[in-house]
């Protein structure tokens, strides 16, 4: 069987890019032009400029998102973190996870068609190339099977070095969100001898990539991806997918000129004319019905209406619909689960924010000394603590520290007055001391420590500790 017939005759129960002896077969989309593939470059465009802004742009001093995962130092659109935030994370991944159930249920796969990186780098990067060098799809089928020339040999070495550089800028954009775009050119111009790790890391997201884009490509989301085999899971039949209306398009058959006084055959406004077919991303025959190999790219979408275009039929034989609207039932939004993964979604989201707002801008915790709780010494009791602070602030900041006994008390603190660089700890001693007898023991004081920068003050609450026999 011929590479463009096995291509143009899709089954629904077989891997389009596999052929029945297990063997891979290349997927050739054609050019698509139309509303949803325009709209689909914009999109991706804006996607790969913030992707490759985010290390550039300034906020507050430092790159939008920078993670420093050696140093423990995170810095996200002004804010500044470190490991001990870690447990703010629960609520991203949660609110991340219930809005991807929550748009799988309502909109379908519109993450993989629309947003997916995958998807955006693919579509938006290497498949242009790739039409650069190779042409249209009938030229690619055709190259696939002729043989070797010195011109076809040339187009490939230009198309795969352009793969590899292409691969290359996009691990380094990648390698600039944990090393800052600055530290990256410091370490490109110093060579990889003086950052091993970091070339290694860029080398094999490279390798990645390269593979990834060059060849194994609609294999990751129909082989790898576990979200295309749980989608099925998450939608139900008011779901929008990119649908055919079966109704309205069989009986399919190609337009007939029929003669004076014949009867033509019944048909119905599909064509046959497969071009959903040669469009898609995937190879699937979307007359087939949903299949998990559905992208919801809509390709097929602009395909068919190009087609209905010319043959002078309404638009949507192939559309953005639901299972019941595509039947000709009705179609319903509201729906309980739809209605349970967007609440779950808020509360995630809710908490995730409520974590944000609440969190101050630098930590300070009391501890004891180890050992004994208290010293007795020429009268006196001394109890020994110390105060951890870490600024969380994006620049340096001055912390003030005062205790608040309330007994008369000698109150020593070596450094009253911290200063801080951004995400800088710094452990002060602090000691207190009573005459033994004078007063009742164990009693309550407070420590409180205010931020110059935001005039934060955080005010902790100890005990002081003496004697059994001097309480009362």
Request: overall charge positive; some cysteine; glycine content about 10%.
């Amino acid at each position: 069987m011929s590479t463009a017939s096995r291509q143009d005759s899709p089954r629904i129960d077989q891997l389009s890019s596999i052929r029945a002896d297990g063997s891979r077969l290349a997927i050739h989309p054609a050019d698509v032009h139309g509303r949803f593939i325009t709209r689909r470059r914009i999109v991706f465009a804006v996607l790969m400029a913030i992707y490759v802004a985010l290390p550039l742009v300034d906020v507050g001093g430092h790159p939008a998102v920078h993670l420093d995962v050696a140093a423990r130092r995170f810095y996200l659109f002004g804010g500044t973190y470190n490991a001990q935030d870690f447990w703010r994370v629960l609520f991203l991944v949660t609110s991340v996870g219930f809005g991807l159930l929550f748009s799988t249920a309502w909109l379908g796969r519109v993450w993989c068609g629309w947003a997916c990186p995958q998807t955006v780098f693919l579509e938006g990067v290497y498949r242009p190339i790739e039409r650069f060098f190779d042409g249209p799809r009938e030229r690619r089928l055709k190259q696939a099977g002729s043989p070797w020339t010195v011109g076809r040999v040339a187009r490939a070495v230009a198309k795969h070095g352009a793969y590899m550089g292409v691969s290359l800028l996009i691990s380094h954009a990648a390698l600039s969100l944990f090393v800052s775009a600055g530290g990256l050119v410091s370490m490109v111009a110093e060579g990889p001898a003086a950052s091993p790790v970091a070339f290694g890391w860029a080398m094999a997201v490279t390798g990645g990539l390269y593979f990834n884009f060059a060849w194994f490509r609609e294999q990751l989301c129909v082989v790898v991806c576990p979200y295309g085999r749980l989608q099925s899971a998450m939608q139900d039949r008011d779901s929008i997918i990119v649908g055919y209306d079966a109704k309205r398009g069989e009986p399919r058959g190609r337009m007939l000129k029929v003669k004076p006084g014949e009867v033509a055959p019944p048909r119905g406004d599909c064509v046959d004319c497969r071009r959903c077919v040669a469009v898609c991303p995937t190879g699937i025959d979307i007359r087939n019905g949903l299949q998990m190999d559905c992208l919801a790219c809509a390709q097929c979408v602009d395909a068919c209406d190009e087609v209905m275009d010319k043959v002078g039929r309404p638009r949507g034989l192939i559309r953005y619909d639901s299972l019941n609207g595509l039947a000709g039932e009705k179609h319903r939004v509201l729906r309980p689960r739809l209605v349970l993964y967007g609440a779950l979604m808020v509360a995630a989201f809710t908490g995730l924010v409520l974590s944000l707002v609440g969190r101050v801008p630098f930590e300070a915790n009391l501890l004891r000394f180890q050992g004994t709780p208290y010293l007795i010494e020429n009268g006196t009791v001394r109890n020994q603590f110390e105060l951890h602070l870490v600024n969380k602030n994006p620049d340096e900041t001055t912390f003030t520290i005062r205790v608040d006994s309330p007994v008369p008390a000698q109150v020593v603190v070596p450094q009253a007055e911290v200063k801080l660089s951004s995400l800088e700890s710094f452990r002060v001693p602090l000691f207190i001391t009573v005459q033994q007898g004078r007063v009742a023991m164990p009693f309550v004081f407070h420590v409180e420590v205010k931020d110059s920068a935001s005039g934060e003050v955080k005010r902790m609450e100890a005990r002081f500790l003496g004697p059994a026999s001097q309480g009362g």
